[in-house]
């Protein structure tokens, strides 16, 4: 069974999500479009694969374009959220799709950072080597900033450090077969955090090394608030550990606590004791803060309990281009 399912051509659906990416989408489309035209004709890929852009809400003309693009080529389909929801509800909606048509998916960004000819070793390794997962990983950070650099290898060893299992240096850049899409969509959770939920599965993984470009053209979709959103949004989602800090530093502040209490009164007993606000207020700011910082986080996981028990959708699909109801059945 493994072996007829290897050796024939899988289809492959490439999913992009799009949010307001006018300006880049048509370099986007036809370095796609070129990319799978030439794995469709090596027989690396079936001819009914696709590009799949998925439009997360977007404000300017990225539907347009995407709905212009799927009815010049059958290669070319896309979804449109009804609202936007982000891009790891949007990777959702994309996939979800995308598993109802194809055997193989690769979910890439539209700003050509990632280079699209790693899909090609890719998918090598999913057919030869029988991976369920392949993580496109950077190979280096050198066309980073230095700050962006040095918070982005911060977030990855501050994740591992918290207990989770992240790929480092990797995104939301991987190749995922069928049945890792259809486990994926097992996970009910609202607050997303796909390379945490991945990693995660259990299958079988392998990487594949790459050069990051600059963005093409456009703006980032993800300034240093939304980064460090996301980076919570990480922790929170797979580790409790911050809840584990606040308890320890209580008992470390009640300790330093009942010492300075002792000090205070063998300095009074030895009438030593200076009157002064300093040490009081210190004290007070101190304590403040740390109970403030405490009933934050905790308020944090209790929101997320909120959401999670809400069971709302993910998202809805306003529009779909160049998609047919020919569905693959589930293995």
């Known amino acids: 069974m493994l072996e ?8 492959l ?20 479009y070129t990319a799978l035209s030439d794995m469709i004709s090596k027989n690396l890929v079936a001819s009914t694969s696709k590009i ?57 960004d539209a700003d050509l950072q990632d280079d699209i000819g790693a899909i090609y070793e890719m998918v090598e390794k999913y ?9 496109g990983v950077r190979s280096e950070r050198k066309t980073d900033s230095f700050f962006k650099r040095t918070t982005a290898q911060g977030f990855y060893k501050l994740m591992k450090w918290m207990g989770v299992d992240v790929v480092y240096n990797h995104a939301d850049y991987r190749l995922m077969s069928k049945r890792a899409v259809d ?41 240093l608030k939304k980064m460090i959103a996301f980076a919570f949004q990480g922790i929170s989602s797979f580790s409790i550990s911050p809840i584990r800090l606040i ?9 330093g606590s009942l010492i300075a209490i002792l000090y205070a009164l063998i300095s009074l ?30 308020g944090q996981y209790i929101g997320k309990i909120y959401m999670e028990t809400k069971r709302r959708p993910l998202y809805f699909i306003g529009k779909t281009a160049g998609l047919t109801k020919d569905y693959k059945e589930s293995e």
């Open 52 to 108: 799949l852009f998925v439009n997360d809400g977007s404000r300017d003309k990225t539907w347009e374009l995407i709905d212009k693009y799927a009815k010049s080529s059958p290669l070319f389909a896309g979804v449109s959220l009804a609202k936007n929801r982000g891009h790891q509800n949007a990777l959702m909606a994309g996939l979800d799709t995308a598993r109802k048509y194809a055997d193989i998916t690769v979910t890439i």
């Open 183 to 223: 486990s994926l969509m097992e996970y009910k959770e609202v607050n997303l955090f796909l390379r945490g939920i991945v990693s995660d599965m259990g299958y079988k993984t392998d990487v594949v090394y790459y050069k990051r470009n600059e963005r093409f053209a456009g703006e980032s979709k993800y300034p």
């Open 247 to 255: 308890t320890t530093t209580g008992i470390l502040v009640s300790v």
């Open 4 to 11: 007829a399912k290897f050796s024939q051509c899988p289809v």
């Open 269 to 298: 007993a030895c009438g030593t004791a200076i009157a002064g606000w300093t040490s009081l207020l210190m004290s007070v700011w101190l304590l403040g803060g740390l109970q403030l910082l405490a009933i934050g986080m905790i």
């Open 13 to 32: 659906y490439i999913v992009v999500p799009c949010y307001n990416e006018e300006e880049v989408l048509p370099e986007s489309a036809k370095q796609f």
């Open 127 to 135: 057919k030869n080597d029988e991976c369920d997962v392949v993580f």
